[in-house]
Protein backbone atom coordinates (compact mmCIF):
# COMPACT_ATOMS: atom_id res chain seq x y z
CA UNK A 1 0.00 0.00 0.00
CA UNK A 2 1.72 3.13 -0.81
CA UNK A 3 1.58 6.49 0.90
CA UNK A 4 -1.68 7.88 -1.09
CA UNK A 5 -3.27 4.64 -0.36
CA UNK A 6 -2.91 4.10 3.44
CA UNK A 7 -5.75 4.83 5.33
CA UNK A 8 -5.60 8.46 6.61
CA UNK A 9 -6.76 10.56 9.37
CA UNK A 10 -6.47 14.14 10.91
CA UNK A 11 -6.72 13.17 14.05
CA UNK A 12 -4.15 11.11 14.40
CA UNK A 13 -2.27 13.95 13.09
CA UNK A 14 -3.23 15.97 15.29
CA UNK A 15 -2.07 13.87 18.24
CA UNK A 16 1.51 13.10 16.42
CA UNK A 17 2.13 17.07 15.01
CA UNK A 18 -0.65 19.48 15.97
CA UNK A 19 -0.28 19.08 19.60
CA UNK A 20 3.31 18.78 20.09
CA UNK A 21 3.27 22.28 18.10
CA UNK A 22 0.41 23.53 20.17
CA UNK A 23 2.71 23.03 23.13
CA UNK A 24 5.79 23.90 22.10
CA UNK A 25 4.41 27.43 20.63
CA UNK A 26 2.42 28.07 23.68
CA UNK A 27 5.69 28.12 25.69
CA UNK A 28 7.46 30.22 23.07
CA UNK A 29 4.75 32.90 22.61
CA UNK A 30 4.58 33.08 26.64
CA UNK A 31 8.39 34.55 26.97
CA UNK A 32 8.65 36.12 23.97
CA UNK A 33 6.94 39.44 25.36
CA UNK A 34 9.09 38.93 28.52
CA UNK A 35 12.39 38.85 27.14
CA UNK A 36 12.80 42.93 27.20
CA UNK A 37 11.50 42.62 30.66
CA UNK A 38 13.80 40.30 32.07
CA UNK A 39 16.61 41.37 30.67
CA UNK A 40 15.82 45.15 32.03
CA UNK A 41 15.21 43.71 34.89
CA UNK A 42 18.89 41.98 35.21
CA UNK A 43 21.03 45.69 34.35
CA UNK A 44 20.44 45.67 30.27
CA UNK A 45 19.53 48.71 28.57
CA UNK A 46 16.90 49.31 26.19
CA UNK A 47 19.15 48.51 23.33
CA UNK A 48 20.43 45.60 24.74
CA UNK A 49 17.60 44.46 25.96
CA UNK A 50 16.45 44.07 22.20
CA UNK A 51 19.45 42.89 21.44
CA UNK A 52 18.81 40.18 23.72
CA UNK A 53 15.86 39.48 22.49
CA UNK A 54 17.15 38.95 19.21
CA UNK A 55 18.80 36.10 20.30
CA UNK A 56 16.18 34.01 19.48
CA UNK A 57 16.02 34.96 15.25
CA UNK A 58 20.04 34.78 15.32
CA UNK A 59 19.73 31.04 17.12
CA UNK A 60 17.01 29.99 14.62
CA UNK A 61 19.39 31.35 12.08
CA UNK A 62 22.41 29.29 13.24
CA UNK A 63 20.09 26.50 13.72
CA UNK A 64 18.92 26.48 9.78
CA UNK A 65 22.40 24.68 8.60
CA UNK A 66 22.67 21.98 11.39
CA UNK A 67 19.02 21.25 11.45
CA UNK A 68 18.59 18.82 8.13
CA UNK A 69 21.79 17.10 9.11
CA UNK A 70 19.86 15.88 12.55
CA UNK A 71 16.62 15.24 11.15
CA UNK A 72 18.23 12.88 8.69
CA UNK A 73 19.99 11.48 11.35
CA UNK A 74 17.94 10.72 13.95
CA UNK A 75 14.28 10.82 12.13
CA UNK A 76 11.17 13.32 12.78
CA UNK A 77 10.00 12.25 16.05
CA UNK A 78 13.51 12.08 17.81
CA UNK A 79 14.63 15.51 16.33
CA UNK A 80 11.35 17.13 17.81
CA UNK A 81 11.94 15.35 21.44
CA UNK A 82 15.58 16.63 21.66
CA UNK A 83 14.78 20.16 20.35
CA UNK A 84 11.95 20.36 23.34
CA UNK A 85 14.77 18.69 25.58
CA UNK A 86 17.33 21.50 24.64
CA UNK A 87 14.77 23.96 24.84
CA UNK A 88 14.24 23.37 28.30
CA UNK A 89 17.84 23.41 29.08
CA UNK A 90 17.93 27.01 27.70
CA UNK A 91 15.32 28.31 29.49
CA UNK A 92 16.56 26.70 32.55
CA UNK A 93 19.60 29.04 31.83
CA UNK A 94 17.40 31.81 31.36
CA UNK A 95 16.14 31.00 34.91
CA UNK A 96 19.32 30.75 36.59
CA UNK A 97 20.98 33.70 34.86
CA UNK A 98 22.67 35.37 37.35
CA UNK A 99 23.15 38.59 34.71
CA UNK A 100 21.65 39.47 31.15
CA UNK A 101 25.31 37.89 29.02
CA UNK A 102 24.01 34.39 30.70
CA UNK A 103 20.49 35.26 29.91
CA UNK A 104 21.62 35.78 26.98
CA UNK A 105 22.94 32.71 25.95
CA UNK A 106 19.60 31.19 27.24
CA UNK A 107 17.93 32.53 24.55
CA UNK A 108 20.20 31.84 21.42
CA UNK A 109 19.71 28.31 22.58
CA UNK A 110 16.25 28.36 22.71
CA UNK A 111 16.63 29.66 18.94
CA UNK A 112 18.57 26.51 17.74
CA UNK A 113 16.14 24.07 19.44
CA UNK A 114 12.78 26.10 17.70
CA UNK A 115 14.73 25.99 14.37
CA UNK A 116 15.51 22.07 14.98
CA UNK A 117 11.72 21.29 16.05
CA UNK A 118 10.01 23.62 12.88
CA UNK A 119 11.98 21.33 10.46
CA UNK A 120 11.62 18.19 12.04
CA UNK A 121 7.45 18.84 12.53
CA UNK A 122 7.81 19.40 8.49
CA UNK A 123 9.97 16.68 7.77
CA UNK A 124 7.07 14.62 9.34
CA UNK A 125 4.18 16.23 7.46
CA UNK A 126 6.16 15.19 4.71
CA UNK A 127 6.67 11.89 5.42
CA UNK A 128 3.39 10.83 6.74
CA UNK A 129 0.81 12.83 5.23
CA UNK A 130 -0.13 11.98 1.67
CA UNK A 131 -0.30 14.76 -0.77
CA UNK A 132 -3.48 14.87 -1.55
CA UNK A 133 -4.36 16.00 2.11
CA UNK A 134 -0.59 17.78 2.69
CA UNK A 135 -1.76 21.45 2.06
CA UNK A 136 -4.25 21.54 4.41
CA UNK A 137 -2.36 19.48 7.16
CA UNK A 138 0.59 22.50 6.79
CA UNK A 139 -2.20 24.87 6.74
CA UNK A 140 -3.69 23.81 9.33
CA UNK A 141 -0.06 23.37 11.17
CA UNK A 142 0.68 27.29 10.60
CA UNK A 143 -2.49 27.98 12.05
CA UNK A 144 -1.77 26.46 15.65
CA UNK A 145 1.57 27.92 15.45
CA UNK A 146 0.09 31.67 15.62
CA UNK A 147 -2.66 30.08 18.00
CA UNK A 148 0.22 29.65 20.48
CA UNK A 149 1.74 32.90 20.11
CA UNK A 150 -1.60 34.38 21.32
CA UNK A 151 -2.54 31.80 23.92
CA UNK A 152 1.38 32.07 25.23
CA UNK A 153 1.15 35.94 26.04
CA UNK A 154 -2.44 35.35 27.44
CA UNK A 155 -1.07 33.13 30.06
CA UNK A 156 1.85 34.84 30.50
CA UNK A 157 -0.47 38.22 31.75
CA UNK A 158 -2.46 35.73 34.26
CA UNK A 159 0.86 34.43 35.49
CA UNK A 160 2.21 37.50 36.22
CA UNK A 161 -0.66 38.82 37.51
CA UNK A 162 -0.99 36.17 39.84
CA UNK A 163 3.08 36.11 40.97
CA UNK A 164 4.37 39.38 40.71
CA UNK A 165 7.47 37.59 38.91
CA UNK A 166 8.37 37.80 34.99
CA UNK A 167 10.98 34.88 35.75
CA UNK A 168 7.68 33.00 36.22
CA UNK A 169 6.88 33.15 32.70
CA UNK A 170 9.90 30.87 32.06
CA UNK A 171 7.69 27.66 33.75
CA UNK A 172 5.37 28.22 31.46
CA UNK A 173 7.90 27.04 28.36
CA UNK A 174 8.92 24.48 30.58
CA UNK A 175 6.12 22.57 31.26
CA UNK A 176 5.17 23.58 27.83
CA UNK A 177 8.30 21.68 26.53
CA UNK A 178 7.62 19.04 28.75
CA UNK A 179 3.96 18.43 27.67
CA UNK A 180 5.38 17.42 24.32
CA UNK A 181 7.85 15.44 24.72
CA UNK A 182 5.61 13.51 26.96
CA UNK A 183 2.70 13.14 24.06
CA UNK A 184 5.36 12.32 21.27
CA UNK A 185 7.31 9.50 23.79
CA UNK A 186 3.24 8.18 24.64
CA UNK A 187 2.50 7.97 21.07
CA UNK A 188 2.98 4.83 19.32
CA UNK A 189 5.48 4.48 16.11
CA UNK A 190 4.69 6.67 13.51
CA UNK A 191 4.60 3.51 11.01
CA UNK A 192 1.99 1.80 13.19
CA UNK A 193 -0.17 4.97 13.09
CA UNK A 194 0.19 6.01 9.47
CA UNK A 195 1.24 2.74 7.49
CA UNK A 196 5.55 2.79 6.62
CA UNK A 197 6.45 5.80 4.80
CA UNK A 198 8.05 5.83 1.36
CA UNK A 199 11.96 4.94 2.09
CA UNK A 200 15.00 6.26 -0.38
CA UNK A 201 18.31 5.86 -0.35
CA UNK A 202 20.66 8.72 0.79
CA UNK A 203 24.09 9.85 -0.49
CA UNK A 204 25.30 7.58 3.08
CA UNK A 205 23.76 4.93 1.27
CA UNK A 206 21.02 4.62 4.61
CA UNK A 207 17.10 4.33 4.34
CA UNK A 208 15.99 7.34 5.15
CA UNK A 209 11.80 8.92 4.98
CA UNK A 210 11.08 11.01 2.05
CA UNK A 211 10.61 13.58 5.31
CA UNK A 212 14.04 13.02 6.36
CA UNK A 213 16.08 13.19 2.89
CA UNK A 214 13.87 16.88 2.14
CA UNK A 215 15.18 17.97 5.26
CA UNK A 216 18.68 17.20 4.73
CA UNK A 217 18.59 18.18 0.87
CA UNK A 218 17.18 22.03 2.13
CA UNK A 219 20.79 22.55 4.19
CA UNK A 220 22.79 20.38 2.54
CA UNK A 221 25.58 22.49 -0.14
CA UNK A 222 23.27 25.71 0.84
CA UNK A 223 25.03 28.15 -0.59
CA UNK A 224 25.94 26.24 -3.61
CA UNK A 225 22.36 26.27 -4.02
CA UNK A 226 21.99 30.17 -3.33
CA UNK A 227 25.03 30.67 -5.69
CA UNK A 228 22.98 28.75 -8.22
CA UNK A 229 19.45 30.76 -7.51
CA UNK A 230 20.97 34.05 -6.98
CA UNK A 231 18.93 35.82 -9.58
CA UNK A 232 15.60 35.06 -8.33
CA UNK A 233 17.42 35.18 -4.63
CA UNK A 234 18.60 38.28 -5.22
CA UNK A 235 15.18 40.13 -6.69
CA UNK A 236 12.05 38.19 -4.56
CA UNK A 237 14.57 36.41 -1.69
CA UNK A 238 15.17 39.91 -0.96
CA UNK A 239 12.01 41.10 -0.81
CA UNK A 240 10.78 37.99 1.34
CA UNK A 241 13.58 38.39 3.23
CA UNK A 242 12.30 42.31 4.09
CA UNK A 243 9.24 40.74 5.04
CA UNK A 244 10.43 38.93 7.59
CA UNK A 245 12.86 41.90 9.22
CA UNK A 246 9.42 43.56 9.13
CA UNK A 247 7.46 41.20 10.91
CA UNK A 248 10.44 40.11 13.28
CA UNK A 249 11.29 43.89 14.61
CA UNK A 250 7.40 44.03 15.27
CA UNK A 251 8.31 40.45 17.53
CA UNK A 252 10.97 42.43 19.10
CA UNK A 253 10.17 46.08 18.81
CA UNK A 254 6.66 45.70 20.72
CA UNK A 255 7.30 44.38 23.98
CA UNK A 256 10.64 47.11 23.77
CA UNK A 257 8.03 49.63 23.18
CA UNK A 258 6.09 48.65 26.42
CA UNK A 259 9.32 49.01 28.75
CA UNK A 260 10.07 52.49 26.68
CA UNK A 261 6.79 53.85 27.73
CA UNK A 262 5.92 52.55 31.38
CA UNK A 263 3.76 48.90 31.13
CA UNK A 264 3.58 46.60 33.48
CA UNK A 265 4.75 43.37 32.45
CA UNK A 266 1.13 41.61 33.00
CA UNK A 267 -0.86 44.46 30.60
CA UNK A 268 2.44 44.19 27.95
CA UNK A 269 1.65 40.27 28.04
CA UNK A 270 -2.18 41.04 27.48
CA UNK A 271 -1.77 43.65 24.86
CA UNK A 272 0.50 41.17 22.82
CA UNK A 273 -1.86 38.23 23.13
CA UNK A 274 -4.89 40.01 21.90
CA UNK A 275 -3.11 41.55 18.91
CA UNK A 276 -1.74 37.85 18.34
CA UNK A 277 -5.61 36.79 18.05
CA UNK A 278 -5.98 39.19 15.72
CA UNK A 279 -3.33 37.75 13.82
CA UNK A 280 -4.26 34.58 14.64
CA UNK A 281 -7.91 34.97 13.45
CA UNK A 282 -7.07 36.14 9.41
CA UNK A 283 -4.75 33.47 8.53
CA UNK A 284 -7.29 31.47 6.51
CA UNK A 285 -8.55 34.50 5.36
CA UNK A 286 -4.79 34.76 3.74
CA UNK A 287 -5.06 32.12 1.67
CA UNK A 288 -8.49 32.71 0.14
CA UNK A 289 -7.00 36.09 -0.88
CA UNK A 290 -3.93 34.49 -2.37
CA UNK A 291 -5.63 31.87 -4.22
CA UNK A 292 -8.79 33.86 -5.13
CA UNK A 293 -6.74 37.22 -6.36
CA UNK A 294 -3.07 36.17 -6.47
CA UNK A 295 -0.07 36.66 -4.55
CA UNK A 296 0.44 40.17 -4.46
CA UNK A 297 -3.31 41.06 -3.10
CA UNK A 298 -1.89 39.46 0.36
CA UNK A 299 1.79 40.12 0.11
CA UNK A 300 1.20 43.97 -0.81
CA UNK A 301 -1.55 45.58 1.55
CA UNK A 302 0.58 43.72 4.30
CA UNK A 303 3.90 44.92 4.21
CA UNK A 304 1.81 48.37 3.14
CA UNK A 305 0.16 47.97 6.29
CA UNK A 306 2.80 46.99 8.17
CA UNK A 307 5.69 49.68 7.45
CA UNK A 308 2.38 52.63 7.66
CA UNK A 309 1.93 50.92 10.94
CA UNK A 310 5.52 51.42 12.45
CA UNK A 311 5.65 55.06 10.78
CA UNK A 312 2.28 56.18 12.97
CA UNK A 313 4.34 54.63 16.19
CA UNK A 314 7.19 56.26 15.40
CA UNK A 315 5.11 59.44 16.23
CA UNK A 316 3.20 58.87 19.29
CA UNK A 317 6.06 58.00 22.06
CA UNK A 318 5.77 60.97 23.52
CA UNK A 319 2.14 61.61 23.37
CA UNK A 320 0.24 61.41 26.29
CA UNK A 321 -2.07 58.79 25.06
CA UNK A 322 0.75 57.33 24.23
CA UNK A 323 -0.78 53.96 25.69
CA UNK A 324 -3.77 53.86 23.56
CA UNK A 325 -1.73 54.82 20.53
CA UNK A 326 0.20 51.55 21.20
CA UNK A 327 -2.78 49.34 21.53
CA UNK A 328 -4.31 50.61 18.53
CA UNK A 329 -1.07 50.22 16.03
CA UNK A 330 -0.47 46.82 17.87
CA UNK A 331 -3.82 45.48 16.91
CA UNK A 332 -3.29 47.16 13.38
CA UNK A 333 -0.12 45.59 12.77
CA UNK A 334 -1.79 42.56 13.56
CA UNK A 335 -4.50 42.56 10.63
CA UNK A 336 -1.62 43.79 8.32
CA UNK A 337 0.61 41.13 9.31
CA UNK A 338 -2.49 38.05 9.65
CA UNK A 339 -3.31 39.13 5.61
CA UNK A 340 0.02 38.33 4.50
CA UNK A 341 -0.01 35.05 6.62
CA UNK A 342 1.86 32.24 4.53
CA UNK A 343 3.08 34.19 1.80
CA UNK A 344 6.71 33.62 2.67
CA UNK A 345 6.07 29.58 2.00
CA UNK A 346 3.83 29.89 -0.64
CA UNK A 347 6.02 32.35 -2.74
CA UNK A 348 9.08 29.59 -2.10
CA UNK A 349 6.46 26.78 -2.55
CA UNK A 350 5.54 28.84 -6.47
CA UNK A 351 9.02 29.32 -7.34
CA UNK A 352 10.64 26.22 -6.59
CA UNK A 353 11.43 23.65 -9.03
CA UNK A 354 9.19 21.09 -9.71
CA UNK A 355 11.59 18.41 -9.61
CA UNK A 356 13.63 18.70 -6.90
CA UNK A 357 12.33 21.77 -4.56
CA UNK A 358 13.57 20.73 -1.36
CA UNK A 359 17.50 22.60 -1.68
CA UNK A 360 15.55 25.65 -3.39
CA UNK A 361 13.10 25.73 -0.27
CA UNK A 362 16.22 25.44 1.92
CA UNK A 363 17.42 28.48 0.78
CA UNK A 364 14.73 30.31 0.41
CA UNK A 365 14.21 29.90 4.11
CA UNK A 366 17.56 30.90 4.78
CA UNK A 367 17.32 34.15 3.15
CA UNK A 368 14.04 34.92 5.04
CA UNK A 369 15.73 34.18 8.39
CA UNK A 370 18.30 36.51 7.61
CA UNK A 371 16.36 38.81 7.43
CA UNK A 372 14.45 37.77 10.71
CA UNK A 373 17.34 37.66 12.70
CA UNK A 374 18.78 40.96 11.00
CA UNK A 375 16.07 43.21 11.96
CA UNK A 376 16.22 43.05 15.63
CA UNK A 377 19.96 43.45 15.74
CA UNK A 378 19.33 46.80 13.47
CA UNK A 379 16.63 48.00 15.71
CA UNK A 380 18.79 47.25 18.95
CA UNK A 381 21.29 49.60 17.31
CA UNK A 382 19.35 52.29 16.09
CA UNK A 383 17.83 52.60 19.38
CA UNK A 384 21.01 53.20 20.72
CA UNK A 385 22.56 55.49 18.42
CA UNK A 386 19.34 57.57 18.15
CA UNK A 387 15.84 56.30 19.90
CA UNK A 388 13.06 53.66 19.32
CA UNK A 389 10.66 56.09 17.65
CA UNK A 390 13.97 56.57 14.95
CA UNK A 391 13.68 52.49 15.05
CA UNK A 392 10.36 52.19 14.66
CA UNK A 393 10.48 54.82 11.76
CA UNK A 394 13.37 52.92 9.80
CA UNK A 395 11.28 49.63 9.96
CA UNK A 396 8.31 51.71 8.58
CA UNK A 397 10.23 53.04 5.81
CA UNK A 398 11.68 49.64 4.84
CA UNK A 399 8.28 48.10 5.30
CA UNK A 400 7.30 50.64 2.13
CA UNK A 401 10.61 49.47 0.33
CA UNK A 402 9.57 45.99 0.69
CA UNK A 403 6.27 46.68 -0.49
CA UNK A 404 7.39 48.35 -3.48
CA UNK A 405 10.40 45.58 -4.43
CA UNK A 406 7.09 42.65 -4.06
CA UNK A 407 4.96 44.98 -6.20
CA UNK A 408 7.82 44.70 -9.02
CA UNK A 409 9.01 41.25 -8.84
CA UNK A 410 5.78 39.10 -8.00
CA UNK A 411 4.33 39.97 -11.63
CA UNK A 412 7.64 38.75 -13.00
CA UNK A 413 8.67 35.68 -10.97
CA UNK A 414 5.02 34.65 -9.79
CA UNK A 415 2.61 35.46 -12.92
CA UNK A 416 -1.31 35.17 -12.05
CA UNK A 417 -2.53 32.17 -13.09
CA UNK A 418 -6.09 32.67 -14.79
CA UNK A 419 -9.05 30.98 -12.74
CA UNK A 420 -10.89 28.63 -14.44
CA UNK A 421 -14.10 29.61 -15.56
Known amino acids: ?27 EGAIIPIIPIAAGNLGASLAMAGFIASMVMLGELAGDIPSGWVVSRVGERTSMIGAAVVAIVGVVICLLAPNYWVLMAGIFLVGIATAVFALARHAFMTSYVPARYRARALSTLGGIFRAGWFIGPLIASAVIAVTGSTQSVFWIFIISCLGSVVVLLALPDPEKMFGPSARVTDESGAQVTTGEEEAEERTHGL ?54 AVDFALFYASGQIMDRFGRMWSAIPSMLGLGLGFLVLAFSHDLSSAVAWYIGVSLFLSVANGIGSGIVMTLG ?35 ALVSISFASGVMGVLGLVGAGMLARYIPRYVPRRPRPA
Open 1 to 27: MTSEERPFSFRSVALAAFLPTLLFSVG
Open 223 to 276: FRTIWSFREVLLRMGAGVSLVAAIRSARTVLMPLWAVSIGLSESNTALIIGLAG
Open 349 to 383: ADLAPKDRPAPFLGAWRFSADAGQAAAPLFVSLLT
